[in-house]
């Protein structure tokens, strides 16, 4: 055992933020007594006779009280993982699933990877046959039931965390349906961190267990069980600011190093929406704690970290740990830390009141993301951070006015992001009629239908709207977005499959730069060095072999503003595409010498449907900041309605250079409507009819013309 890898800190440990944690030599006492001291242990009894008598049993709690960690537990040490059956837990992140396996394994005196484990894409840390707790994304349970659509491993599923209602975890709760009916053995927990959860019993009401598998079961209750935890919570004071502030990051760290000034103690927790943002604050926390003016003043030093999805492993966990001695733990999270992880220690919460969602335009196909304002459910479960150890505070960068105006609830993923994935997985299992699924929130028709076109364009699906063999089921069983997917196996016809395998694994972990405030220019600097007149993607190609050719040598990343933890990520992301690849009989070749052009027609195979072109005329409007833009549009019809305004985004290596054709991976929603595209890659518009014909007739034309 790692002795306190996670910090036996928290609650009587932490008196003021000046002392350190102990890790005290009982530590093993001190955790029981903790297990014990949790909301839920007053339940274990009652959660155990639920789960024994009804298939489906609903638990809400607040985070906190020990759902994740404890329930899985109890159901261990009551015989669920008896005759080598296992309990798995799902979470909808993957920092959450890791966190929440190395605290149970702790708690348990184990070794995280064996009795308890977690997996999550591109990384299992468990052992057959030993492990009987698994921690997993709801995803990897999703693709697990590609091998074992009954779940027969499992006798318990525990779908943590679903109030997040992400897409995955609809879907699961969907089948899960399903795999009741077939398997009466079967218990399914559900937990969630806040009353909405009704819905889902109600969805699971009477629907479970009908005639003979019901007599099967022996009296098993075919209506779910419910149960609520009540919390111990302490008091967290809101605040909202008189003025709103212009620039949320600045507002929240100036808001920070006031706070730390007082010398108050206690951590601080920072809410912003994305990777930058997070980077950013860091950097001009790092500032302040380099003028040090302040730390006189409070005896502390500031410790900022930053924590988000895109963080490698144990940058995350890093954040997650207890500051050493003397030290002020500052983290900028994003809404990662909302309810998934524990971040000990934290008596303030600022909250920007955003977080960066996927919107879908199913009517133009175009899934871009946005920073949007969150609900007040989701501000109230930020707020209840700060006052997990002691009374708390919570300040929102917005006036009371406009946090009023907020939406009661948010929308679940499922009816605001693009289907392909979804759709793709759905049918792989077997489900095809996809109007008919039992949706726990159907989302919008339009969107399906433009899912199943995507997936036809790609050759996934066929006329009969089935999966194609092999190529859709190969489409399916790639731990990527159908269309990266599709673009790896183009690739393995174009004879560059390796350098496609690296290209997917480096948008798998996103930024690949530091991103960060103040050195914008050595950063535009070091990209240039890179930076091709193809575009990002075959950037990051060249950013790759250069990283490889020094040995993959962290000095060398850091001189070159490489993210050099991202590129280790990457590197093992690659590594497990490259075994699926030898597995479908495919030869991770790579291109030798400087022709691209096989990796970009691979790439215009799988994204063509984000194939645009640049517009005669540059955009015409009063405001000056937009005017002469040089806009895109999408090469595909978009239906009717106004087409995006698609523009070259600031972080794109290919913001001044604008080719006429392009491929792009993603969008973000930017100012003045504009869509802004990152992961560009140029292309020759004669490649999109030879490589999606059924989708590209049109475009000879419009070469030609
Ligand atoms: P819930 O799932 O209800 O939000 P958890 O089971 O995740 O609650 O956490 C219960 C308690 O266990 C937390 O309040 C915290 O005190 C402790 N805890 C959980 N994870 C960690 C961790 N990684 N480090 C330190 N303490 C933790
Ligand atoms: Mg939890």
């Given at each position: 055992r790692q002795p306190g890898a996670f910090g036996v800190s928290f609650d009587a440990d932490r008196g003021n933020a000046g002392t350190a944690v102990l890790h005290n030599p009982n530590a093993r006492l001190a955790l029981s007594d903790q297990r014990r001291r949790l909301p839920v242990f007053e339940h274990r009894r009652e959660i155990l006779y639920l789960v024994e008598h009804h298939a489906v049993t609903v638990i809400v709690g607040e985070t906190g009280s020990g759902k994740t960690t404890q329930i899985p537990q109890y159901l261990l040490e009551a015989g669920w993982c008896a005759s080598g059956r296992m309990v798995a837990c799902t979470q909808p992140r993957r920092v959450a699933a890791m966190t929440v396996a190395a605290r149970v394994a702790e708690e348990t005196g184990g070794v995280l990877g064996r009795e308890i484990g977690y997996a999550i894409r591109f990384e299992d840390v468990s052992t057959p046959d030993v492990t009987k707790i698994r921690f997993c994304t709801d995803g990897v349970l999703l693709r697990e039931m590609l091998d074992d659509p009954l779940l027969t491993r499992y006798s318990v599923v525990m779908v943590d965390e679903?109030?997040?209602?992400?897409m995955a975890t609809d879907t699961l709760l969907g089948l899960l349906k399903k795999v009741l009916r077939r398997r009466p053995d079967l218990r399914l927990v559900i937990s969630s961190a806040t009353l909405e959860a009704d819905k889902v019993a109600a969805f699971f009401d009477t629907a479970t267990l009908r005639g003979k598998a019901a007599a099967a079961a022996g009296g098993l209750r075919r209506t779910p069980a419910l149960l609520s935890v009540a919390g111990r919570c302490h008091d967290v004071q809101v605040h909202y600011l008189e003025q709103p502030a212009p620039d949320y990051v600045r507002a929240a760290v100036t808001a920070a190093a006031d706070l730390h000034a007082t010398g108050l103690p206690g951590d601080i927790l920072m809410f912003l929406t994305g990777q930058d943002e997070c980077e950013a604050a860091v950097r001009m926390l790092e500032e302040e704690a380099r003028r040090g003016r302040r730390e006189r003043a409070s005896g502390l030093r500031l410790m900022p970290a930053a924590l988000y999805a895109g963080l490698p492993a144990a940058a995350q966990l890093a954040a997650l740990e207890p500051p050493p001695r003397g030290y002020r733990k500052v983290v900028a999270a994003t809404n990662i830390a909302e309810t998934s992880v524990t971040i000990p220690g934290v008596c303030y919460v600022i909250d920007c009141c955003y977080a960066k969602v996927k919107v879908y335009d199913p009517l133009s196909g175009m899934e871009a993301l946005l920073a949007a304002p969150i609900s007040r459910a989701s501000a109230a479960q930020r707020a209840g951070?700060?006052?997990?150890?002691r009374p708390g505070h919570c300040l929102r960068l917005c006036t009371e006015a406009a946090f009023a105006e907020l939406p009661a609830a948010s929308v679940p993923e499922m009816q605001r992001a693009e289907l392909a994935g979804t759709v793709l997985q759905l049918k792989a299992l077997g489900v095809d009629n996809i109007m008919a699924f039992d949706w726990l929130a159907p989302p919008p028709a339009e969107a399906m239908v433009r899912a199943l076109e995507l997936l036809h364009a790609l050759g996934a699906l066929g006329d009969d709207a089935r999966l194609t063999r092999p190529l859709g089921l190969r489409i399916s069983e790639l731990p990527l977005d159908p269309r990266l997917g599709a673009a790896l196996l183009a690739a393995g016809r174009l004879g560059c499959a390796g350098d496609m395998a690296t290209v997917a694994a480096m948008l798998c972990v996103q930024s690949v730069w530091f991103a960060g405030g103040g050195e914008r220019r050595a950063l535009e600097a070091a990209k240039e060095k890179f930076a091709?007149?193809?575009g990002d993607l075959v950037t990051y190609l060249n950013v790759w072999k250069a990283w490889e050719a020094s040995g993959r040598s962290g000095r060398w990343a850091h001189r070159h503003l490489v993210n050099h933890r991202t590129m280790l990520r990457a590197a093992d992301i690659r590594r497990q595409l490259l075994q699926h690849l030898w597995r479908l009989g495919i030869k991770p070749e790579e291109v030798e010498g400087s022709d691209d052009a096989p990796v970009r027609r691979a790439l215009a195979a799988g994204l063509f449907h984000n194939a645009a072109q640049l517009a005669e005329t540059t955009y015409e409007s009063r405001d000056a900041a937009f005017a002469g833009t040089h806009v895109y549009r999408l090469l595909r019809s978009t239906g009717p309605g106004l087409p995006p305004r698609l523009r070259i985004g600031a972080a794109s290596v290919l913001a001044r250079t604008r080719p006429q054709w392009l491929v792009f991976y993603q969008v973000q929603l930017g100012a003045g409507g504009f869509h802004d595209m990152t992961d560009v890659a140029a292309i020759e518009p004669g490649w999109l009819p030879e490589l999606a014909p059924h989708m590209f007739h049109y475009v000879r034309d419009a070469a030609r013309g």
């Open positions: 679903a109030h997040e209602r992400s951070r700060a006052g997990r150890t091709v007149a193809e």
